[in-house]
């Protein structure tokens, strides 16, 4: 049996790569999905394309910087649908530079997606189902890189070290509410972001290097521990992150990549 049905699912940065995935699996288990994005466009494709897939599933388009579009976004989960019972704080962007040349404007545009978003996007999300009184379920995107850094990318670095403990905040906060908050930390994960980076085989060979796996992560990878920690069969489970990493978490070295791996 299809462990989300009756379920409805936000998912904010739903337009592609993990945040749709994330859609695709949580449509699987049963549960009507409220796809977000700020591109308004692609966000839309994603929704038709989940229902072809036999997903019920809507868009709004959500900018999660923004309190008063979050607080849209969550309204149209419940004027569509009727509740709110998950929601997957995914939405994310990266800007990269020289620790000493990242400008003001990139490390504040990272931290009000990333951080900020999760804060105003878990909030609105716990004040709807603290009104339904029946408990709920929030997921957010963290990264390895919450744990590790790269020093071309300390705003990505900060916010999503912050996500961690935010996560650990809002599940102390909302306990008491039946409100279990969890998060995922993603490795090297093909997406979108991924390819922008790895554009040779010699930058595929450095991701590589500190994956013991060898090889790199699939969205839907991702999207199946974001579904566990929305069932539950994780409902013991608040206030931790788990990892998808290949095991990168766990090296303190680099492995040695073989030519036909990359």
Known sequence: MSKLVGKVALITGGARGIGLATAQALGKEGAKVV????????????????????????????????????????????????????????????????????????????????????????????????AQGRGGVIVNMSSVNGITAIPTIAAYNASKGGIDNLTRCMALALAPHKIRVNAVGPGSIMTDVLQSVVTDKEAMGRVLSRTPMLRVGEPSEVASVVCFLSSNDSSYMTGQTLYVDGGRLALNYTVKVPEEAI
Do not use: P, W
């Open 35 to 130: 796809v977000a994005d700020i591109d308004a466009d692609a966000v839309r494709q994603a929704a038709t394309q989940l229902q072809a897939e036999g997903v019920e599933a809507c868009s709004i388009a959500c900018d999660v910087g923004d309190k008063a579009q979050v607080h849209a976004a969550v309204a149209e989960a419940v004027g569509r649908y009727g509740s709110l019972d998950i929601a997957v704080a995914n939405a994310g962007i990266v800007r990269s530079a020289d620790f000493l040349d990242m400008s003001e404007a990139d490390f504040d545009a990272v931290l009000r997606v990333n951080l900020k978003g999760t804060f105003l996007t878990g909030q609105a999300a716990a004040k709807q189902m603290v």
